[in-house]
């Protein structure tokens, strides 16, 4: 069982990274990565949210929804308690730790509508993952959107320096660039069959 | 945004001013996730277009009911319905598309467009421009998922609606990832160029929204 675990963890980080695989959490992604100071804050924020996010999803779809056959309420329900515990969080920090409030605070308010906190209960309840298996993949996938967010920052602050075409500045050279990354992750693929 | 302004103004904004993917680049995830074919663009975007719609012309009935301050979180819960509606809609009569893209559908939910055109229009007017909105901004989106897809299709599988049109697969890259990304910047560099071009725009498309 604890192989399966690492696996589901290896292949979330790496295989299946949510940005160059799954193509979520674009918005994100390109959003932040101008600065490496609010790429690592983000990567922080986001592991933690996944995993209580993960965690606290699990327990009600295996014991609410489930035994009262409510599966197709997940979005709603999933959403909802996203949004119930980033608002709770926000109002938490605030009070008990001012300071890293003032840091990541304005990353918690971005959290809400984003595909890839909202990703990981729906994909642990397509597979019906246990609970350690749900953790494995939020923190892998934490850590591998984490892993994306440096990579394409360490590249965009070297990118202020060239000459990019005009109409090309900004996003679209971006975008290309996320391919050439993208590319170098497909390397991955192969190493672990799921 | 006022009321005097034409319904069909409203609709152009939305399919070219402020074309959801490639003016305002919210939303990027499923336009880079589910074009790597014009059927599976088509119908994501089929799916935008009526949650689109359908969350416009609810929030903009209910829009003397909500309380202000719990305004985002009843826009949220609109939008999931709408989705969950959707999914079950899919899920029922697309079954292999919905294999491949479920994930994505499910996940409408959190697209900013949604939200951002329920607060930033449909809470503030009255049911047909609200209708109009959305049915322009999910036309918008519609149309730039197909136009990937038909680059991204005919590159890589050679086909277009899963009817073969050249032999053998001509450039395999563009269906997988990478093209995905190479797809997106490059239509974006190309309609920023022609933007510089031919109507004097800045060409700066696709700012620092997220």
Known sequence: MWQHVLTIFIASALINNFVFTRYLGLCIFFGVTKRMETAIGMSFTFTAVMLVEAVLNWVIYTYVMVPYHLGFLKIVIFIGTVAAFVQAADTIMKKVAPALYYKLGIYLALIVTN???LAVPLLNADENYSLFESMAL????????????????SIREKLELADVPKSFQGLPISFVLTGLIALAFLGFSGMITL | MSNNVSLGTLFKNGVFGENPVFRLALSLCPAVAVTSGVKNGFLMGAA?????????????????????????????FITATWVTVIDQVMSAYQ?????????????????????????????????????????GMGVGFLLALMLLGVFREFLGKGSLWGAQILP?????IAIMPTGGFFAMGLVMGWLNWIDRKFFGGTGGGGGGHH
Do not use: H, Q, W
């Open chain 2, 168 to 172: 053998g697969k001509p450039l395999l």
């Open chain 2, 48 to 76: 935008v277009l009526f949650v689109m719609t359908m969350t416009n012309v609810t929030v903009s009935l209910l829009r003397n009911f909500i309380n202000p301050k719990v305004r985002i979180p009843s826009y949220v």
């Open chain 2, 95 to 135: 079954r292999a598309v919905y294999k491949e893209m479920g994930l994505y559908i499910m996940l409408i939910v959190a697209f900013a467009i949604i939200l951002s055109r329920a607060e930033m229009f449909a809470s503030k007017n009255k049911l047909l421009p609200s209708f109009v909105d959305g049915v």
């Open chain 1, 115 to 117: 595909c890839i906190i």
């Open chain 1, 138 to 153: 939020a923190v892998g996938s934490g850590l591998g959107f984490s892993l994306a967010l440096i990579i394409m920052a």
